[in-house]
């Protein structure tokens, strides 16, 4: 098929558009500018570029279009967060196109009241970005069921992470200085009790529930899928393994909210209290039944080659390689799995 996905660069896209292409599909990459993929690969090659910047073409009515022009079997939008932006690419695709696939989030639930939360159960979004991707997937699931309308799925991935970024810590924020301090046994401080939840997903995991969405169009249309590890973690338990790869017995200290966000730069503070005030544990049981979706990372595996990568490119110091420290058992993949080569996994 001919798969345009927009935003191929990105988190996710760089690791899904190489494998489209190594499995038959003609890829048309669409990114703002000429950027660099986070996952180099030679399939990249093989793939169409184009320049496009939404933000502009939806301003002036014309980005729904340009995507259309491509002449698109699939649509797959890893870029949308407004329903204005959501109804401007549905209009221009209708009739048009196979499927639109778009990418969501968990945090479209918000608090949950049983976990793990599945995609059927009761929404309080809050927000900006969870309110408004909850709108969209209103929007795409309204239209998927209505005759006539566009074939649409949405794809709710978790934490992302993955070598090339910073990603969400065991204090639940992005300050990177967390990892040296449980590397060398410091003092690390924890809201409340360290029993709220964090729930990790690898950028390549995520490629994968799109790849197998693509190719059970009859089981995803209308419906909306979560992609994360198999597991939650609590902050408490994510410090604690992290310390132990260091050798090191964790060094935690609670205080409740409040007492905590005192003792750090706001925007850490900040980014804390939205993940803890969700504290998601997802379920992932609809799409491993429907598509056959199967994580080959863990929670712990994904932050571990994630933290390796910011190791090696200096942004944290932990004093030694985190990847051959880290092997769960059971798994899908040995610890060192090389997540950067040209295949891909899974």
């Not at 345009?4 to 990459?29: D, E, K």
């Not at 169409?48 to 014309?62: F, Q, S």
Request: charged residues 20%.
């Amino acid at each position: 098929m001919r798969v345009v996905v927009i935003g191929a660069t990105g988190h996710v896209g760089s690791y899904l558009v190489p494998r489209l292409v190594l499995a038959g599909h003609q890829v048309v990459a669409v990114t703002r500018g000429i950027s660099s993929p986070y996952h180099q690969a030679r399939a990249w090659e093989a793939v169409e570029r184009v320049t496009l910047d939404r933000e502009l073409g939806d301003a002036d009515g014309t980005f729904g279009a340009a995507i259309a022009d491509l002449e698109p079997d699939v649509v797959i939008d890893m870029l949308c967060f407004t329903r204005d932006s959501a109804e401007q690419l549905v209009e221009a695709l209708r009739g048009r196109v196979q499927l639109l696939l778009s990418c969501g989030t968990i945090w479209v639930h918000g608090p949950a009241t049983v976990v793990p939360v599945a995609e059927s159960d009761a929404r309080e979004p809050f927000g900006d970005y969870g309110v408004g991707k909850h709108q969209i997937e209103e929007l795409l699931l309204s239209e998927a069921r209505t005759p006539g309308g566009l074939p649409s799925a949405v794809l709710h991935p978790g934490h992302i992470t993955g070598p090339g970024w910073n990603m969400i810590n065991p204090v639940g924020n992005l300050d990177l200085g967390v990892w040296g301090r449980l590397a060398r046994g410091d003092e690390v401080l924890l809201p409340n009790f360290g029993l709220e939840t964090v729930h990790h997903v690898h950028a390549d995991d995520v490629a994968q529930g799109f790849q197998l969405a693509l190719e059970n169009q009859v089981a995803v249309v209308g419906e909306s899928f979560h992609l994360v590890s198999d597991g939650a973690l609590t902050l408490r338990g994510f410090a604690t393994a992290v310390a132990g790869w260091f050798d090191q017995k964790p060094n935690l200290r609670f205080e409740p909210y409040d007492r905590f966000a005192a003792t750090m730069e706001k925007k850490h503070a900040q980014t804390t209290w939205e993940h803890i005030s969700r504290s998601p544990s997802i379920s992932i049981d609809k799409a491993k039944l429907a598509l056959g979706y199967t994580p080959r990372y863990t929670s712990l595996e994904a932050v571990a080659e994630a933290l390796d990568w910011l190791a090696r490119d200096g942004q944290v110091d932990v004093g030694r390689s985190v990847l051959a420290l880290v092997v769960t058992p059971g798994s899908n993949r040995s610890a060192g799995t090389d997540a950067s080569a040209t295949e891909p996994p899974g």
